[in-house]
């Protein structure tokens, strides 16, 4: 019954994208619907919850690949091709300065 109640509850809502109290209110209210007991309805509360943070993380390892890749087609240069620039830069300027001040 448990399990059925569940997937009705995954099915129907974005888990992934609820607070942790509102899945407990709707954990709460199947519960109550369904006449679980108390065990039963803080196990079903326990259960959405930890699938609603993988909901969550999986989302954001979505969100981040397409990202990525809409960087990456635009691009873009990367934080690691700018700091290599920026040190590329900042040698280049110790040797002009090295140059300058051998020539003063």
């Known amino acids: 019954m448990i399990d059925f109640i569940k997937k009705g509850l995954l099915t129907g809502i974005g888990l992934g994208l609820l607070t942790k109290e509102k899945v407990q209110e709707i954990a709460k209210k199947a519960a109550e619907e369904a006449k679980l007991s108390e065990k039963e309805g803080r196990k079903l509360a326990d259960e959405l919850l930890k699938q609603s943070r993988e909901a969550k993380e999986q989302l954001e390892e979505k969100v981040n690949e397409q990202v990525k890749k809409s960087i990456d ?32």
Do not use: F
């Open 73 to 104: 087609k635009m691009g873009l240069a990367k934080k690691e091709d700018l700091e290599k620039l920026q040190k590329q830069v900042d040698k280049l300027q110790r040797q002009l300065n090295k140059q300058t001040s051998t020539k003063k």
